[in-house]
């Protein structure tokens, strides 16, 4: 889109507010891109209450090339809630490796658990109840039911976020997610929410391309902290030693990793209060 065609708009919105005419020329811009740009990924072809659950917990902190590559594999060896609720947690954790944030896989067994248990073998349809699950928040239980369900829910996560911002907000500065979700649910394509999230989220990518300082206009922007370093490299290697062996001791862990004593202790009282590891007369090992 051209910068006098968002200036245009820019006019078109501040002389008439958010009118009929407004919503269907944002939604033209919007699609227009999407029907020669949209991307394609896996979990965007075949549609299923699992796939859509496992695509949105993988894209939770993680980059959509990354998910696209892992969705694949990992549905091919945990092809359905039943299959993943009985899988060993070492191997959820094993087929998760690439995607960080070990925490999710975790989540993930617990909520196929839950639905088998709890759901009669299906994903509520309800935001509230999937917000009750396992590493399920307002916006990832609104996506889901978006994708899933094609049913319409209203959320902003970095890519809607930016769409807006460009929009809607074109001279201001500290912008709030409260002060952009009325108007997600006034310009919503209501008849299809699935591809109108699909195609705002396209945008958005292409956004950080085009305008990178968009989301620090944001009130909600946050430099994200060095990974080198940090307690979650820690976390990963020690998880990692653990798919390789199935037990260790703390000094075998001490020795292998170039950290601070202390902070390695801290690392392994969190994963077992987490449920990753257990410790038997000293030795840790996952729970089967």
Not at 27 to 39: C, D, L
Request: positive net charge; aromatic residues 12%; hydrophobic residues 35%.
């Amino acid at each position: 889109m051209s910068l006098i065609l968002i200036t245009e708009f820019h006019k078109l919105h501040k002389k008439n507010g958010l009118t009929e005419n407004v919503i269907q020329t944002f939604q033209k811009i919007i699609y227009s891109y999407y029907n020669q740009h949209g991307r394609e990924f896996p979990f965007r072809e075949k549609i299923s209450e699992y796939y859509v659950l496992v695509s949105e917990i993988m894209l939770q902190q993680t980059q959509t090339g990354t998910v696209a590559e892992k969705f694949l594999k990992f549905i091919k060896r945990f092809p359905d809630f039943k299959t993943l609720a009985n899988a060993p947690l070492d191997e959820v954790l094993r087929a998760w490796q690439g995607l960080g944030y070990n925490r999710r896989a975790k989540a993930l067994k617990e909520i196929a658990i839950k639905v088998i248990e709890d759901y009669n073998g299906k994903l509520p349809k309800s935001v509230e109840l999937l917000k009750k699950l396992p590493q399920i928040g307002h916006n990832t239980a609104s996506s889901i039911v978006a994708f899933a369900f094609n049913t319409p829910t209203y959320f902003v996560e970095t890519n809607i976020r930016r769409v807006y911002m460009y929009f809607f907000f074109s001279h201001k500065d500290q912008i709030k997610d409260k002060e952009i979700l009325p108007l997600v649910k006034e310009t919503i394509d209501k008849q299809n929410p699935r591809e109108w999230y699909y195609a705002l989220m396209d945008y958005g990518v292409m956004l950080k391309k085009t305008h990178p300082e968009l989301n620090k206009r944001s009130a909600h922007y946050r430099k994200q902290k060095p990974f080198k370093g940090s307690n979650r490299e820690i976390r990963g290697k020690v998880l990692r030693m653990f798919l390789k062996t199935k037990s260790l001791s703390k000094d075998q862990i001490m020795n292998k990793l170039n950290f601070n004593a202390e902070r390695i202790k801290q690392v392994l009282n969190q994963l077992e209060k987490e449920g990753f590891i257990q410790k038997e007369e000293k030795i840790y090992s996952v729970p089967q």
